[in-house]
């Protein structure tokens, strides 16, 4: 047993670069930077509003999920302002015990609470037996979205009416200014 109850979840401000950085070798490994995801949101800032972080009792970091301004380039050079999610990540010697799912609860009970003007889709590259199974993110409205890497089309995935959703272009970090400031 691991001890789950006494894992606390908050804002990810505050915790050093460095554990952010030792717990993400350890679960992505160190060539974690060439990833796909990585590119999509290079130069971004996290969003302070929506990334979190899973302590243990002793004030160790067990978990840390990011959540990035990214957008969605149409051939006409318009974006469409979307959230990335992710790395979501469960320190090894505690995965696969409820952590991920706790940060990913989290997240979406605040995303979702977002006022409207700040309620963009979630997207991430992920795994559609996790992601799609416990919080609906699905690949049905990606088949057009273009990634500035290699990406296994499965993996590219929504969370958002399909309506709400822009059809084609190129991910990338977000240029332009979002109207309603934070996000
Ligand atoms: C993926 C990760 C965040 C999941 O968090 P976790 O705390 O280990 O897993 P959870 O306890 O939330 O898993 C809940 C359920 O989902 C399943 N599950 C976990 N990861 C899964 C995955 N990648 N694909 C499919 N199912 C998965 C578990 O087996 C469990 O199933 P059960 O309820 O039927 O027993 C964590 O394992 C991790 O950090 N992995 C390394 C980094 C990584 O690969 N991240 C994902 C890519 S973004």
């Not at 992505?28 to 949101?41: K, L």
């Amino acid at each position: 047993m691991t001890g789950q109850n006494a894992i606390a979840i908050g804002r990810l401000a505050g915790t050093a670069d460095g554990a952010i950085a030792t717990l993400l070798d350890a679960a992505f490994g160190p060539d974690r930077h060439g990833r796909t995801a990585y590119r999509v949101r290079r130069g971004m800032a996290w969003l302070t509003e929506l990334s979190f972080a899973a302590h243990d009792a002793a004030g160790g970091l067990a978990g840390v999920l990011q959540c990035w301004p990214v957008a969605l380039a149409g051939a006409d050079g318009v974006e469409a302002p979307l959230i990335m999610v992710g790395p979501v990540a469960v320190r090894p010697d505690l995965q696969l015990h409820g952590l991920g799912r706790r940060l990913m609860d989290h997240l979406v009970v605040v995303a979702d609470a977002l006022p409207q003007a700040q309620a963009l889709p979630l997207m991430m590259i992920g795994d559609p037996d996790y992601y799609g199974r416990f919080w609906g993110f699905t690949a049905e409205g990606t088949g057009e979205w273009e990634a500035p890497g290699p990406v296994e089309r499965h993996r590219l995935l929504a969370r958002a009416p399909l309506a709400a959703l822009p059809r084609a272009g190129l991910l990338g970090p977000r240029q332009q200014a979002v109207l309603s400031a934070a996000l």
